[in-house]
C-alpha cells in the first residue's frame, strides 16, 4: 500500500473552489518535491503542479496557472492542491506522486503514487 494518500475530491459547480490534500504516512513528506498529477476520462494523465521540499511551486499545466496553488504544512507531513475558479474541464482524478529528490523535476517519472481522488466539476 501506498505511504500517499489523497483527499479532498468531490463534486462541486464551476467556479467554486477545492482543497486537496495529500498526507503521508512512514515516509517524511518534507525531504521530497511532491507532484500532483490528473487524468481526465479517456485523456492521458498530465502533471499539474510540484511543490519542491522547500515549498517553492512550479506549474506544469498552463491550463491551471493563476487558479492552482501548492503549498505543504511540514508539522502536518501534508501537501496541498488549492484549485480556485474550477472549469468543467478541471474533471479528474487527482494524484500526488514523489520521486526522492527535494526539487522539482519535468522528468516525471515517480516512485511513489496515492491511488487519487476524483474531482468533478459539473452544475
Known amino acids: 500500500q501506498s505511504p500517499l494518500v489523497e483527499s479532498g475530491g468531490g463534486l462541486v459547480q464551476p467556479g467554486e473552489s477545492l482543497r486537496l490534500s495529500c498526507a503521508a504516512s512512514?515516509?517524511?513528506?518534507?525531504?521530497?518535491?511532491v507532484t500532483w498529477f490528473r487524468q481526465a476520462p479517456g485523456k492521458e494523465r498530465e502533471g499539474v503542479l510540484c511543490?519542491?521540499?522547500?515549498?517553492?511551486?512550479?506549474n506544469y499545466a498552463d491550463s491551471v496557472k493563476g487558479r492552482f496553488t501548492g503549498s505543504r504544512d511540514y508539522a502536518e507531513n501534508t501537501v496541498y492542491l488549492q484549485m480556485n475558479s474550477l472549469k468543467p474541464e478541471d474533471t479528474a482524478v487527482y494524484y500526488c506522486a514523489l520521486r526522492r529528490r527535494p526539487y522539482c523535476s519535468r522528468d516525471h517519472s515517480m516512485e511513489l503514487w496515492g491511488k487519487g481522488t476524483l474531482v468533478n466539476v459539473s452544475s
Open positions: 512512514g515516509l517524511t513528506l518534507e525531504d521530497y518535491a
Open positions: 511543490i519542491s521540499s522547500s515549498g517553492g511551486s512550479t
